[in-house]
Each structure stands twice: as C-alpha cells, then as structure tokens.
C-alpha cells in the first residue's frame, strides 16, 4: 500500500457511541495531521503530531481525542458527539513539518444522528 | 480577522479553454500560498506552490500568479480537461504559522463538453 489511508471511509453513530477514526501512512513522514472539512466551511486543522508528539491543538472539544501510538498511525477517538460534528475528516502527513508538501487521506464522512 | 477568500463558489469553462481562479487574501505576512485540488470522494492533493518573494510559478499546465500589492492569487489552468473537475483551495502559510495553514472555502471548477 502507498500514500495515506484511512478507515472507515463512512461512518453512522449515535449521540451516545464511542467510536474511532484510523489514519495510516506509509510514506515515512513524522508529522500527521487531523483536518476537519464541513460542507461550505474552510478546512479546519484539528491535531498535529510531529514525531509522535502533539504539537498543535486548535481548540477542539475534548470529544475528539487524538492518539498517534507511532509515526505511521494516527487516531482519532469519537465520544458523545453532537450532530453539528458530522462532517469530513481528513488525515494527512508531511515530512518536517512541511505545509506544501502534505498528503490527505480519502476522508472518512461521518454522521452523527 | 485575518482570512483567505474566493472571488467565485462556482466556474464552469469549455473543455480545452483556459480556467483562472482567484484568490484573495489578507494577511501580508506570509511565506507561502498553495493551490490544492480536490476531487470528488477524495482528499485534497497538493497542485503547486509559490513562495511571497516571487510573482509567478509555471508547473505542467498550471500557473500561479502571485500580485502582493491587491494580495490576490491566481490559479491558471490551461487547456481545461474533464479531469480538471474538482473543488480548487487556496491556502496561506504565515510567517508565524507552526503547521497552521489557513485555507480559502475553496471554488468548484466544472468541465463542460
């Protein structure tokens, strides 16, 4: 496999669920990313981990909790969430850091109802 | 506050014309500004970039055009395809930005026959 892959690509769960989003990258990167994409809104840069350490933290509630276990994996743990949060989510990777060269995964689209 | 923006949602332009995409922006401060594209059920794929002290980057097909005095970016297509189909995002990387990309709400480019 190449590139950055997600799971699920589509995910239903209710308010009360617990669930969670896998990121995977096989491009030796040592920086991930968690983007959210909402339909109409600009991307919105959820979580950075630079060398398996988080290094940004835009903000997020504390429902979504990431989790990166080792430099080609990246989680994003779901918990009571509220239907305002269904969107896109979006994972990608980078080498040091780098804003011009990131890779996205395909996005897992989830709804919450 | 500071923001990146589109002039237009939506483009439709004739297989085999040009395309150009604006984009403008506000905070002068900057390093970069990147051109993604995004097709439909996928993520945003890095199309080409260009850094605050220059004008113009030419790539295969595409040309960015950079205007600092009005802050406005441009995106030029030539010679449309089907292909080009997908919704294209400016972003800006300031100075002081630390991973943070700050992305425009994007434009919808469609190929019409």
């Known amino acids: 496999e190449t590139g950055v892959t997600q799971t699920p690509r589509h995910l239903v769960m209710g308010m009360t669920n617990k669930k969670s989003l896998k990121c995977e990258q096989h491009?030796?990167?040592?920086?991930m990313y968690w983007y959210k994409q909402s339909a109409k809104k600009p991307l919105e840069l959820m979580f950075v981990?630079?060398?398996?350490?988080?290094?940004e933290n835009n903000s997020v509630p504390s429902r979504f909790s990431p989790e990166c276990p080792n430099s080609s994996h990246l989680f994003l743990h779901l918990h009571t969430l509220q239907p305002e949060d269904s969107a896109l989510y979006l994972c990608?990777?980078?080498?040091?850091?780098?804003?011009?060269?990131?890779?996205f995964g395909q996005g897992t689209r989830l709804t919450v109802v | 506050g500071e923001n990146v923006g589109l002039h237009l949602p939506t483009l439709s332009v004739q297989e085999g014309d040009n395309s150009i995409i604006n984009c403008a922006y506000s905070?002068?401060?900057?390093?970069?500004f990147i051109w993604y594209k995004q097709e439909s059920g996928k993520g945003p794929q890095f199309i080409i970039d260009?850094?605050?002290n220059m004008d113009k980057r030419q790539g295969q097909r595409v040309t960015v055009l950079l205007n600092k005095t009005v802050k406005h970016l441009s995106l030029q297509i030539a010679a449309t395809q089907p292909g080009d189909s997908a919704v294209y995002f400016c972003?800006?990387?300031?100075?002081?930005?630390?991973?943070?990309?700050?992305w425009g709400a994007g434009t919808k480019l469609i190929i019409k026959p």
């Open positions: 990608a990777s980078s080498q040091d850091g780098s804003l011009t060269e990131a890779f």
């Open positions: 491009l030796g990167h040592n920086a």
């Open positions: 981990y630079s060398l398996e350490e988080r290094v």
């Open positions: 905070n002068s401060a900057s390093d970069y």
């Open positions: 260009i850094r605050s």
């Open positions: 972003a800006e990387a300031p100075q002081d930005s630390n991973y943070q990309l700050i």
